[in-house]
T-cell receptor, first 110, second 114 residues
Framework: RKEVEQDPGPFNVPEGATVAFNCTYS??????FFWYRQDCRKEPKLLMSVYSSGNEDGRFTAQLNRASQYISLLIRDSKLSDSATYLCVVRTSGTYKYIFGTGTRLKVLA | EAGVVQSPRYKIIEKKQPVAFWCNPISGHNTLYWYLQNLGQGPELLIRYENEEAVDDSQLPKDRFSAERLKGVDSTLKIQPAELGDSAVYLC????????????FGPGTRLTVL
């Protein structure tokens, strides 16, 4: 079993839709959580960190469920420019190693 | 502020040839990472440096891969000899602290081994 698992998609959604991605992690000692965005043939860039209480940044909401060991990303009012791959990233307590999921592809359709 | 710089951006070589990639992290960033990314996969860590010390190289295939970060600034990743399966994107990233900090990625080097 992979340490960080994501549904690879693609998720094809119309503009304006709400879409949610989940990511599960296997190591209960995981401490820090992030969502990165990667455009086609570009480098990953931090979208947002994920905090225990959940956090929001504009149309994006991230949540953490430690009991079930998953994090989620919700995108409201999808834009064409949201089309990208969303990478879930987890860091384990006591290490400074970041484990990336395979990414979930999102395509927002006009 | 300049981002993470990598060169070359693209490299095509024949198998068994050597190849080297160079990375210059963001100024002041002590931690430097080399990742390998295959198509449809997330980045996988090859090696992590804190200043000039390689603190995690457990995923680096040491029979053919080597890396160095002299003076704790820029870094070079080498493959010798390259194999067909090494075709991938090699990403360099840096961060200011040791953990919980944002990683800034360079544009990557796309390697094709023929």
């Amino acid at each position: 079993r992979k340490e960080v698992e994501q549904d690879p998609g693609p998720f094809n959604v119309p503009e304006g839709a709400t879409v949610a991605f989940n990511c599960t992690y296997s190591n209960s000692a995981s401490q820090s959580f992030f969502w990165y965005r990667q455009d086609c043939r570009k480098e990953p860039k931090l979208l947002m960190s994920v905090y225990s209480s959940g956090n929001e940044d504009g149309r994006f909401t991230a949540q953490l469920n430690r009991a079930s060991q998953y994090i989620s990303l919700l995108i409201r009012d999808s834009k064409l420019s949201d089309s990208a791959t969303y990478l879930c990233v987890v860091r384990t307590s006591g290490t400074y190693k970041y484990i990336f999921g395979t990414g979930t592809r999102l395509k927002v359709l006009a | 502020e300049a981002g993470v710089v990598q060169s070359p951006r693209y490299k095509i070589i024949e198998k068994k040839q050597p190849v080297a990639f160079w990375c210059n992290p963001i100024s002041g960033h002590n931690t430097l990472y080399w990742y390998l990314q295959n198509l449809g996969q997330g980045p996988e860590l090859l090696i992590r440096y804190e200043n000039e010390e390689a603190v995690d190289d457990s995923q680096l295939p040491k029979d053919r891969f080597s890396a160095e970060r002299l003076k704790g600034v820029d870094s070079t990743l080498k493959i010798q000899p390259a194999e067909l399966g090494d075709s991938a994107v090699y990403l360099c990233a840096s961060s200011q602290g040791r953990g919980g900090d944002e990683q800034f990625f360079g544009p990557g080097t796309r390697l094709t081994v023929l």
